[in-house]
């Protein structure tokens, strides 16, 4: 069965300074994807970056970048420059494989807190 | 792009009373659609998806139910509430395919507080 580890509960990062939070899978098949989605306090999940298991390049958009290596099964998601509004919960996501359902299964997320 | 819609934000109910969620979808058609809910402080629990109108898969066995009448809406039910019922209920949407058709999006959510 597949399944999504974050082992951070909780962070606190200086504002401005770059943010790694760990992501970890677990499937037996060859294509997967892989998300990692942003919960601000009002509680609307917003996605923030996609990455394909074939996909030979780390996705990236914008300040986001996802650190994918997929021999250690770790999708981490990295934040550069961090801003108090990145203060939210994060939580990795990954889709089974392709299927008309294409359900998502989720981690339990991480709180992050950026320190001014 | 597509956009999800939930209604109400916030719903207060009683024991016992029925419950319908109403979630509806803009700027894509044929999307899959997702039910989760999220205790507070925890992870998104999936409760129920639908690939197309009238097809309905249930993930975990509950007091729940969910239907979708016409191809863009999800309607999750209840006939009689109960405490455990209690949570945050994430409507989703997924695209039939193309641009952004990896992505599930989602609704802005409705708390829902049984008493």
């Known amino acids: 069965a597949q399944k999504i580890t974050q082992t951070q509960p909780g962070m606190f990062v200086q504002e401005k300074e770059a943010v790694t939070l760990d992501c970890t899978y677990d499937?037996?098949?060859?294509?997967?994807?892989l998300f990692w989605y942003k919960q601000p306090s009002s509680g609307e999940m917003i996605f923030l970056i996609y990455q394909g298991s074939y996909d030979e390049q780390n996705a990236t958009e914008g300040r986001y970048s996802l650190n994918f290596q997929k021999a250690r099964k770790s999708a981490n998601l990295v934040i550069s420059a961090s801003q108090l509004g990145d203060s939210a919960m994060y939580f990795c996501?990954?889709?089974?494989?392709?299927?008309?359902?294409?359900?998502?299964?989720f981690g339990s997320g991480t709180r992050l807190s950026i320190r001014p | 792009s597509q956009t999800i819609h939930q209604w109400p934000a916030t719903l207060v109910q009683p024991v016992g009373s029925p419950l319908s969620l109403e979630c509806t979808v803009e700027g894509t058609s044929n999307p899959n659609l997702y039910w989760y809910r999220q205790a507070a402080g925890r992870g998104l629990q999936l409760l129920f998806y639908?690939?197309?109108?009238?097809?309905i898969s249930s993930e975990v066995p509950q007091n729940l139910s969910a239907s979708r009448p016409q191809d863009r809406q999800f309607i999750l039910s209840s006939k009689k509430l109960l405490l455990s019922d209690s949570g945050f209920y994430l409507c989703a949407g997924r695209g039939a395919g193309g641009s952004g058709g990896e992505t599930q999006y989602f609704g802005p959510g409705t708390r829902l507080l049984v008493l």
């Open positions: 499937t037996s098949d060859q294509s997967y994807g």
């Open positions: 996501a990954m889709r089974e494989p392709y299927s008309s359902a294409s359900k998502i299964i």
């Open positions: 639908s690939v197309g109108i009238g097809q």
